[in-house]
């Protein structure tokens, strides 16, 4: 029976919900669920960890060359009768005391060592070496000339950082990848991606869990019969976000079958659109990263 059949048995059998997709580039798409990158070696554990995700239609994965979360991959796969080409994969390489060519050597090397040819998706982690970042996207322009990359992203940035690169870059970046929820809506970020037909990856959808006794987010979740994280994960797919699955998921007693099926259980009704709308705070509530802000040209 070839690989491909063995894999639809076996989402049948699970049931498992196709999961849309979002144009990131002229004639590319990438599933709008995916998996954040997580600190993962290559114990049975976190190997069938993956292979759950994949058995629940999830196929976007997020891999950091500072994690060393590929070993588990390859195992995964073939546990999951997936190929390479099966999946999409975004790729954050570690920029510190990076000159363009040593980060074009880093990311060469990162590929040899880990037998893969192309990643979906490219970024720098975060910007730690805010001011040599224009000449590391033209690192990462390189990558996407050769064909070893098929989108370009920026990652945990202001907007005013992604404004300055995308006025130097001679690539686009095509994708911001950020925390956005609720409590920190970041509209004028945005309302720029909008414009620039930049599509918004939402790495920390549920707050990590530090909303979850919030008394809004408990009302809505008992009208829905879902938990408050699942309200905030379909807060996020209702606004147009490809958005991970965080890594504390499972902690949390999240399933990332449950989430995989979230993206097709139907857009929130609007009246609670609106509630949510509402919860944006005073002072930002971010839970991952806070990004320098300076004044560009």
Not at 84 to 104: C, G, V
Request: hydrophobic share 40%.
């Amino acid at each position: 029976m070839k690989r491909q059949r063995i894999v639809d048995i076996i989402k049948e059998e699970m049931n498992v919900p196709p999961v849309s997709k979002i144009e990131v580039d002229e004639g590319f798409f990438i599933p709008q669920i995916g998996l954040g990158a997580f600190q993962m070696d290559g114990t049975q554990k976190n190997i069938d960890h993956l292979v759950r995700y994949f058995m629940s239609g999830g196929r976007l994965i997020e891999m950091a060359e500072l994690f060393t979360n590929f070993d588990a991959l390859q195992p995964a796969l073939d546990k999951a009768h997936l190929q390479r080409e099966d999946i999409y994969i975004s790729l954050k390489i570690w920029p510190q005391a990076m000159t363009p060519e040593a980060l074009l050597g880093r990311i060469e090397t990162f590929f040899e060592r880990n037998n893969i040819s192309y990643v979906d998706i490219l970024m720098v982690h975060a910007p730690i070496d805010i001011d040599h970042r224009f000449e590391q996207w033209r690192s990462l322009e390189v990558v996407k000339k050769r064909n070893w990359a098929r989108a370009l992203g920026i990652t945990n940035m202001s907007l005013n950082q992604l404004m300055t690169v995308v006025k130097n870059a001679e690539i686009l970046p095509t994708i911001f990848q950020l925390e956005m929820s609720p409590f920190n809506p970041q509209r004028d970020i945005q309302d720029y991606c909008n414009t620039g037909q930049i599509v918004i990856i939402n790495s920390e959808p549920i707050c990590k869990g530090i909303r979850d006794r919030h008394p809004v987010l408990l009302d809505i979740s008992q009208r829905l019969n879902i938990s408050t994280e699942q309200v905030l994960f379909r807060w996020s797919i209702a606004q147009g976000y490809v958005t991970y699955i965080p890594a504390n998921a499972p902690t949390l007693g999240l399933d990332p079958q449950v989430l995989v099926g979230d993206a097709s259980s139907g857009p929130l009704p609007l009246d609670i659109l609106r509630l949510l709308d509402e919860l944006g705070e005073d002072e930002e509530l971010l839970t991952t990263w806070a990004p320098i802000v300076e004044e560009d040209g």
